[in-house]
């Protein structure tokens, strides 16, 4: 998630605001030496290759946000986001590629920044890395799993990530579902919702709003910044060299990069990023092969899939995208998530209109869809100018998921109707909608391009 505010200045640094503005605030940007004395790395590749680390620091936080926004106890000076962001040779495509923090990974021998003492190779999760040897341990760590050159290195903390929030005028993200998470106070309906800072950061750091823990909120945070970027290069911001400077400034206080990430590099990106659009950006995570690895000594840890990804980094190095899909494809192609699975939601359709043969279309889409129909479409008793959906509301997920398929559609609760939902077709039909459920339980590798994201 504080990558995401990282980001957010590499897609801002607009070409068109001259290099003396970018110059300055190159000079704003603190500088790390990543990679010192570093030997025997992975090869280069097409593009370039981005680390973005998030730390936390809470501690810039006044009290008053801290308590409204449920940032209570110390910073831990550790990361828990991290994001290989390659940018395409072409400059006309970016992949984000997720690292799940808690990844069991091997370190290389190095000396712990702490302690002094030197390391042999050793497992721990991918996290403890930067704990142990800070920047440079952590990016050979990541090369060594991924076997990707890291050429640029930025870090970031998330103090500043409300401010860049408010001055973009707010990010519109979705939900199909309400979500509600305790623990950052968090509390959205369902339906689109612009956020602003505070509700934004409450956004991208909520992990109990499902089963899927970090790879629930590493989605999302793919989502937010698939928006982010939307909003940035659709508001003018990168057009517009006052706006680009306030939100630089807002950014730039917790930023910290690599030597060799300097005006030329932000430059270049600007004027490869000049006209991206949401379309032009894909967003993934590593796959998953075991969710719960037990390491002696460590605990619980996410096993990689080893032939997955080793084809996913390939493609990295190689400068391919991650999918064959049209580039630009439009947004209405686009599944909907849902919250159950359709293959377990049991439909029988009726026609509530004077067309004839629409039962038997609607019955045989929502199959297409994956629901499970009866395939016995009926002649409802009266027409209806609007689809309903009839459900008990034992069953209100499944209505809601079936609901997502029928935009437009009215849900009906009938008490003591059982399992079976029930689907009126009216005569505002005009579509059924794909829908996608993400099981928590058993993480599948899928691409998101940014065109995707949006409501």
Known sequence: MRAVTTLSVVVLASAGIGHAVVSSLDAGIARIDAFKDMKNRPRGGHGMNLLLVGTDGRDKLSERDRRAFRLGGQPCHCTDTMMIVHIA???????????????????????????GRRHGPHPVRLNAAYAEGGPQLTIRTVEHMTHVKIDHYLEVDFTSFMRTVDVLGGVEVCT??????????????????????????????????????????????????AALLDRATSSGVLLNPMRFRDVTRAVLGSVRADAGFGTDELLDLGRAMRDFSPSSSEFTTVPIGQLNYQVKGIGSTLKWDAAKAAKLFAAVRDDKPLTQDPPHRSRVSAPVPVEVAPDTIRVQVANGTGTIGLGKRVDAALAATGFATTRQPQTAPAHVPRTLVFYDPRWDRSARSLAAALPGSELRPVPGQGPLLKVTAGADFKEVRGVRFDDPGRPEQSVLRGSQAGC
């Open 89 to 115: 040779e072409d400059r006309e495509r970016a992949t984000v590629v997720s690292l799940p923090r808690d990844s069991y990974a091997e370190t290389p021998a190095h000396t712990d920044q702490n302690s």
């Open 176 to 225: 199909p579902t309400p979500m509600n998470d305790r623990y950052t106070g968090l509390d959205l309906a369902a339906g689109a919702h612009t956020l602003r800072g505070g509700q934004a950061l409450q956004y991208v750091r909520a992990r109990h709003v499902d089963g899927a823990s970090d790879l629930g909120r590493m989605k999302r945070q793919q989502r937010f910044l």
